[in-house]
Each structure stands twice: as C-alpha cells, then as structure tokens.
C-alpha cells in the first residue's frame, strides 16, 4: 500500500529538484539592467558591502573577478579572507545568461547543477559600480571596481535596494585592508 506513493514522490522530488536548480530569480520590485554590456562587466570587482549569508559569513577582502570561458559562460572567481580563520578562501563558479546576453540577469552555480540568481539592477555607464540582487531578498551586493565607492554612489543604491525591498540596515560593509 505505501509503495504506491513512492514513484509520485520521487516524481515530485525530482520535478522540485529540476525547477529549483534551474535559478535566475529576481524579487519581484526589480529589474536586471538592459542593454547590458557583458564584455564591460568582466574583470575584478571589490565587495563593498553585503547582506551576510553563510558562505561569506567572517569574510573580508572580497573580490570577484569575471572571465569567459570557451563555452561562452563565465568564469566566476570569488577570494576573500576569513577574519576568524586568519586565511584567504576561494570558491570558482560559473555564470550564464538567464535571457539574453543584453539583459543582466544570470545565474551562478558553485555547486554542480543548482544555480542561483545574480542580477545587476543598476550599473553606471563605465561599470565601474553595480548594485546586484540576489534571486530574493535575502542576497544583496554592491560591487566596485576600487576598494572604496564614492558616497553619492552608494547613496543610489541604497534607496533604489529599499525601493526593491531589501533591509538596508543589515548590510556588511566590507574591509579592503589585506591584498590577495
């Protein structure tokens, strides 16, 4: 009698898994930047600040350098040091267009199969900042191409993340203080 329910739940489970790995979300107030320009926005960012999860949690110095790789996906290279460990780490991923290559909505996977969603929802005209949304409102970075952001710059965005919805008041701001 119970075995009768096992194939529809694997079933389930495996249209879940499907669904769940395929990532590019986006929170519903924001839009990815169009007429994205994919060749700018390759090289090394500095994290300027964060909404903390675990994989960056005790991290400073953060960096993510982009770079394309043959199959035309990115290359995503995210180094950081972990203040509490006293060593750098390192996690090599890979990003594709979630649309278009126009529209700066991708997904990122550092984990085989399950991506997530990396959005660019603001950039200045010489990608040298970017405000990038997570697929919720859990994940939030601002992004430079210098350790530092000028304030107006800053200011931006974070009326624009209250705008999408995020708590602005529990970013980490990160220190560029080691070089990697």
């Known amino acids: 009698m119970k075995t009768k329910y096992v194939v529809p739940i694997l079933i389930g489970a495996g249209i879940g898994l499907a669904l769940y790995s395929c990532g590019g979300g986006i929170p519903e107030k924001a839009q990815a930047v169009t007429n994205f320009d994919g060749a700018k926005y390759l090289g090394k960012w ?20 982009y770079s394309l ?18 060593k ?21 996977s550092f984990f085989g199969p399950f991506y997530a969603g990396y ?23 601002i992004l430079s191409r210098e350790k530092t952001i000028p304030e107006s710059v800053k200011a931006d965005f974070l009326i624009k993340a209250q705008e ?17």
């Not at 959005?119 to 970075?141: H, R, T």
């Not at 999408?164 to 990697?180: C, E, F, P, R, S």
């Open 46 to 65: 500095y994290e300027i600040a964060r909404l903390d999860y675990k994989w960056e949690r005790d991290l400073d110095n953060v960096t993510a350098e």
């Open 119 to 141: 959005n660019v929802v603001a950039i200045d005209n010489d990608y040298k900042y970017a405000l990038v949304a997570g697929e919720s409102l859990k994940y939030m970075w």
């Open 69 to 86: 790789n043959e199959d035309k996906t990115i290359k995503v290279d995210n180094k950081g040091y972990n203040v509490k460990k006293d």
């Open 88 to 108: 750098w780490e390192q996690s090599v991923g890979k990003a594709r267009y979630v649309k278009k290559d126009n529209i700066g909505m991708l997904k990122v």
């Open 164 to 180: 999408i919805g995020y708590d602005v008041t529990k970013l980490v701001w990160v220190k560029h203080d080691k070089a990697n």
